[in-house]
């Protein structure tokens, strides 16, 4: 089984930053995905940045260059770097890790940005 906890969410103002953490925990290969979504009131999950094992990254085109997806394989951790926020990046962020053919979720974590 694969655990996932998101930590870092919270309430700032526009333009301001937010660094989103992603700790994974259980059987965790060294070969998995891990990737962000967001997901706001009656709005379908939304991929906001992904990276692979290998280190490659996608970016939705709504947050490049504004967001930075990294993980840390020792520490069983990915993060979501989110620099001038938006209003319109508030939502709901969650991290999923994709393994073996499998998804796995966190339960998110709230991200508010005041205008």
């Known amino acids: 089984q694969v655990q996932l906890l998101e930590s870092g969410g919270g309430l700032v103002q526009a333009g301001g930053s937010l660094r989103l953490s992603c700790a994974a925990s259980?059987?965790?290969?060294?070969?998995?995905?891990i990737g962000w979504h967001r997901e706001t009131p009656g709005n379908q999950r939304e991929l906001v940045a992904r990276?692979?094992?290998?280190?490659?990254?996608n970016y939705a085109d709504s947050v490049k260059g504004r967001f930075t997806i990294s993980r840390d394989n020792a520490k069983k951790t990915a993060y979501l770097q989110m620099t001038s926020l938006k209003p319109e990046d508030t939502a709901v962020y969650y991290c999923?890790?994709?393994?073996?053919?499998?998804?796995?979720w966190g339960q998110g974590t709230q991200v508010t940005v005041s205008s």
């Open positions: 999923k890790l994709i393994q073996w053919g499998k998804d796995y």
């Open positions: 259980g059987s965790i290969f060294s070969i998995h995905t």
């Open positions: 990276i692979s094992s290998s280190g490659t990254t």
